[in-house]
């Protein structure tokens, strides 16, 4: 068994899938402990994560530990069978820290200083910082890395949330050493940054900062290396700990919850560090369309580690407290949001947090445990989930199907994330990814994330909404993907710079242009307000925000724009390439016009769309070995007739088969009659 796999057996001690959430008993008189393990073990809790921000409570003073209510903490829930998903506690610096080393302090772009007073008040780079953090790490891990409750080391808490860059001066020395290592010599990096463009050459390493508020546009180079560079930074905050962690206890597999699609942190990069992808998810439930965006956030959860199941390690069961308003999640959306992030591939269902907080800034915040006790809904809708979640044991380890893949690639969102020097401010990376996997959606599929390098293998339709950073490598692996037989979809402003954000010579596609047989003359951005339209066929499609002149070279065109100064020019192209097909998008066409492009595409390699596009029925089928589970989720607010395979409901334990009607909110677990 590898050291990874061994680790993950850990986990199996947990009794089915994963049921639980964030547990702060620091809040909480010690009298109190004992009612609320006796309350999880009633609502079916297995898993809890704690202790998160109890930094000061376990180092009152420097180097002088105090583990004993935590010891106690853990007993109490050992007694009733609860497992622990550990956290070191280094996700907030303590006042006698920050006040012995102000320098930790992180600074914004504009050079302020961010005081003591909220949480996660740490420079990443923070050489301090980081002596400390470990040193609580390790009398963590000496202290509870055998204790037999704990099953997963829970590293720090969201990297990034609040602060995922820091423009401090010794943030500015970590920046210089990174860029030292990237490109070794000021030759090289000047080119790179382009320098000699608006007098920006540097002769001396000293010279060069992080791109602080600046007069103008800021060098894009610099600012795109900044980015890199910062969420590098965290992930060696991260690498430490989990270093000292494998040393220390090695049988203990390791994660850190992420923040579902975040811009701020290469997720690849940190995902390959961890043992187990893990994820905290708020759809709002005043956005219609949340679900949607949630089954993109979830399958790259599962992609980050090639398809392993990971943990659902947060949601909110009502309302969370840190939107301008937050509205509560009706009767019945807590149970469906996490049946849909075990749809998706999660073997768990936690929530932030178990006994709503009556102080400080989450004290609106629900929870398992409401103000009212076991009077709450909440708790009353917790504790019936949890007694249901059992019949689901059995998907425990299961894998998701899909058959399409949507590129996600942080630095062309990066890339693509610099106002103040592209053609157009509107186009918007994460946009661009939604709307093209909402169609792909909204025509049934289930949609896997995949790296920009791949591997594609399994997919037969793989969409890039946006490659506005290209390099060879990813050339090569999407050219090898349609070659094998791929339907490989581009979409709009893709193959416009290399990795330094150069254009590429003799402008975009640049390395795709052979690949895609087109050549792009000019962006031609909408106006706010404008749409535009293009010809498909007999079918008109509208788009907003972007276009292009672009002339086909190689390729055919299957649409043309269709009004304005581009009419009749190409707007959607195809070519055959090996054995396969690579289609280019060339305007920002809005979903319903995508589902009109993707759908034909997705016929011809095999998959099966729905004729009549759904937002609110989604059906995502797990499987292991010769197992397979379908979940038939209903998002919306109406009665959905939907078919469903043959088989057994492990939700009601009723036979189905043909075609049901699912409640709004209504969920059905089918496992598949094997034949
Ligand atoms: C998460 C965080 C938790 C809690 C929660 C509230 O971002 O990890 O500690 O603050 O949000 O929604």
Known sequence: ??????????????????????????????????????????????????????????????????????????????????????????????????????????????????????????????????????????????????????????????????????????????????????????????????????????????????????????????????????????????????????????????????????????????????????????????????????????????????????????????????????????????????????????????????????????????????????????????????????????????????RVGVVVDWDAWWGLDAPDSLPSARLDWLHLVRTWHRALYTLGFTVDPVRATGPFDGYDVVVAPNLYLIDDAVTAALAGYADQGGRLVVGPFSGVSDREDKIHPGGAPGPLRSLLGVSVDEWWPLPDGHEGRVKLGATTLGFTTWAEWIDAESADVIATYDDGPLAGRPAITTRRAGAGTATYVSAGLDEAALRQVLGPICRDAGLTPHDTPSLDVEQVTRYRDGDRWTFILNHGTVPARTDVPNGTDLLTGDTVSGPVTVAPAGALVVRHTRS
Not at 84 to 111: K, S
Not at 275 to 300: F, K
Request: charged fraction near 25%; glycine fraction near 6%.
């Open 1 to 402: 068994m590898n050291p990874t796999t061994s680790r993950l057996s850990r986990l199996e001690a947990i009794d089915g899938l994963a049921y639980g959430g964030d547990y702060n008993p620091d809040q909480w008189p010690e009298d109190v402990w004992a009612e609320d393990a006796r309350l999880m073990r009633e609502a079916g809790v297995n898993l809890v994560s704690l202790p998160v921000f109890s930094w000061p409570r376990l180092e009152p003073e420097p180097g002088r530990f105090d583990f004993s209510w935590l010891d106690r903490v853990l007993d109490v829930l050992w007694s009733q069978d609860i497992r622990v998903d550990l956290a070191t506690g280094t996700a907030t610096p303590p006042a006698w820290l920050i006040r012995a080393h102000p320098e930790i302090l992180p600074v914004t772009a504009d050079g302020v200083r961010l005081e003591f007073g909220s949480r996660q008040a740490y420079c990443p780079s923070s050489p301090v910082f980081r002596e400390h953090a470990l040193r609580l790490t390790e009398a963590m891990a000496r202290r509870y890395g055998h204790h037999d409750a704990v099953v997963l080391w829970h590293v720090s808490n969201e990297y990034g949330d609040h602060v995922s860059r820091c423009y401090c001066a010794v943030s500015a020395g970590h920046f210089r050493r990174w860029l030292q290592h990237r490109y070794e010599n000021l030759a090289t990096l000047n080119d790179a940054w382009g320098t000699t463009c608006w007098g920006q050459h540097y002769t001396d390493w000293e010279q060069i900062e992080p791109p602080r508020r600046a007069t103008g546009p800021i060098n894009p180079t610099q600012r795109l290396d900044f980015e890199r560079f910062s969420s590098d930074a965290m992930l060696e905050l991260f690498r430490a700990e989990v270093e000292l962690l494998r040393e220390r206890t090695p049988q203990l597999p390791v994660t850190t919850n992420f923040m579902s699609l975040f811009r701020e942190l290469n997720y690849w990069d940190f995902a390959a560090v961890e043992d187990i992808v893990t994820d905290d998810a708020y759809p709002d439930p005043a956005d219609p369309v949340a679900h949607t965006d949630a089954a993109l956030n979830y399958g790259l959860m599962r992609a980050l580690k090639n398809g392993q199941p990971w943990l659902l390690l947060e949601q909110a069961p009502s309302a969370v407290s840190w939107r301008d308003v937050n509205v509560p999640k009706p009767p019945g959306r807590m149970r469906l949001g996490s049946l849909h992030a075990i749809a998706h591939g999660s073997d768990a269902a936690m929530f932030f947090q178990w006994r709503a907080a009556r102080f400080g800034p989450e004290k609106f915040h629900s929870a398992m445990l409401g103000h009212r006790g076991v009077a709450s809904r909440s708790y009353q809708e917790c504790r019936d989930f949890g007694a249901e979640l059992r019949r689901l044991a059995e998907l425990k380890g299961s894998r998701v199907e899909s």
